[in-house]
């Protein structure tokens, strides 16, 4: 299976050109990766005319968020049949930037319905603001995750991919970076919390790992974590580092 490898640009780059020559870039070396899947979800404003140049499977384009309707009179707000209309292929529900904006566990899930019935794909973050040492970090993670799957069947689940940042292990005030031994523990868990939802099938699912990855960490991610992927942030910004992390990512079979 190929490695799934998302980039999230959050709220950069400030000028679309700057936007579109990024993208080019790093279009350029995910074009000639056989082993990985890129996806790159710029602010919504970018994706327009960005759609225009994403032709093709190895490097498309995914979007940051969506809204829980198909359309309808809620201003500033974006529906998954759009994105769909541009033929955007990936949608980050639930990042912890917007959690902390106001977004519960039941906006997310009705998020989540509303990308997957548009036939798109969700990438839903979960994860935990501290580790506690009575553990409890664990049950948060598989109350997310348990109710991220509400409502969804097993026909469905392949338009599902889940996405675990540690909240203290993301961007430059970063606690400190995780290890890949912290992302199997909760690997493991989240496999866990989907066979009982699922059985067998919920194995399929693809995880990935996010949270300060970079050239350097990218690669034992992807051995040690048990994860078929990772959501990347400040370094998907740079073509050069993200394209390093690309690259580790083809070498692995
Ligand atoms: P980071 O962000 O890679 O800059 O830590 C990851 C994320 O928030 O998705």
Redesign the pocket.
């Known amino acids: 299976m190929k490695k799934l490898i998302v980039g999230?640009w959050?709220m950069y780059p400030i000028r679309a050109k700057d936007a579109h020559e990024r993208f080019l870039a790093i279009r350029k070396t995910a074009l000639k990766l056989r082993n990985v899947q890129t996806v790159v979800c710029p602010p919504f404003v970018y994706l327009g005319s960005l759609s225009k140049v994403a032709k093709g499977h190895r490097c498309t384009l995914g979007a940051q968020n969506a809204w829980t309707e198909p359309e309808g009179a809620y201003t500033g707000e974006v529906s998954p049949l759009m994105l769909k209309s541009l033929d955007i292929g990936h949608v980050?529900i639930g990042?912890?930037?917007r959690r902390a904006l106001g977004e519960t566990d039941e906006l997310v899930r009705k998020k989540i319905l509303s990308v997957i019935r548009a036939g798109l794909t969700a990438i839903v973050?979960v994860g935990e603001r501290e580790r506690d040492p009575d553990g409890n970090y664990l049950k948060l993670i598989g109350a997310q995750v348990t109710s991220a799957f509400q409502g969804i069947s097993k026909k469905e689940l392949g338009n599902m991919v889940i996405?675990y940042?540690p909240i203290w292990?993301?961007?430059?005030n970063?606690l400190r970076a995780a290890s890949p031994d912290d992302a199997l523990e909760v690997s493991i868990l989240i496999r866990k919390t989907l066979s009982e939802l699922y059985g067998q099938v919920g194995f399929g699912i693809p995880l990935l790992y996010?949270?300060?990855?970079?050239a350097l960490n990218a690669k034992d991610f992807l051995m040690k974590s048990q994860v078929q992927g990772l959501?990347?942030?400040?370094?998907?910004l740079d073509p050069e580092v993200f394209g390093a992390v690309l690259q580790s990512a083809d070498k692995l079979k």
């Open positions: 999230n959050k980050i990042h912890s930037e973050c996405a940042e292990a993301i961007g430059k970063a996010g949270g300060s990855v970079d959501l990347v942030g400040r370094a998907s």
